[in-house]
């Protein structure tokens, strides 16, 4: 039974990984982006641009997208973060057209991971909402 069980997560999680397309995006973030319900993941000059499968992209959606999703990434391995050269971070819902951005500049997941940082504030404060598939640059 318990092999069977292993069997079937092992599937759904290699399910999960084959329905996201990924383009330029290295090899090994493809399983940590996959665990998000990703319909997309692009990266171009330092720019992350994400669909999320669902119809409204929420801020708690994208605050918990750019926690577990990027940041804990950071956190794992920091040396293969690093090679990313992640700049920003946008997050659209399934058509593309809503969304937020998130300014990865200077070292902010770093400093998210600090204990005792608020993390919520932090983000707010380096995110712009995206409209009509257009994410603004930061302010």
Partial sequence: MKKWLALLISAASTLA??????KNVPEPMHKPLSNHGLKSAQLDNGVLRVQINKPVVNELVY???IVHGIC??????????????????????ASGT???AFDARGG??????????NVRTLINQRSVVCNAGVCPPQP
């Fill in 108 to 117: 902010i997941c770093e400093q998210m991971g600090v204990m005792g940082q």
């Fill in 63 to 65: 605050s918990n997208f």
């Fill in 72 to 93: 804990a990434e950071q956190w794992r391995n920091p040396a293969r973060f690093a090679t990313l050269g992640l700049t920003r971070v946008e997050a659209l819902d």
């Fill in 98 to 100: 809503q969304g937020f």
């Fill in 17 to 22: 990984i084959a329905g996201v397309e990924f």
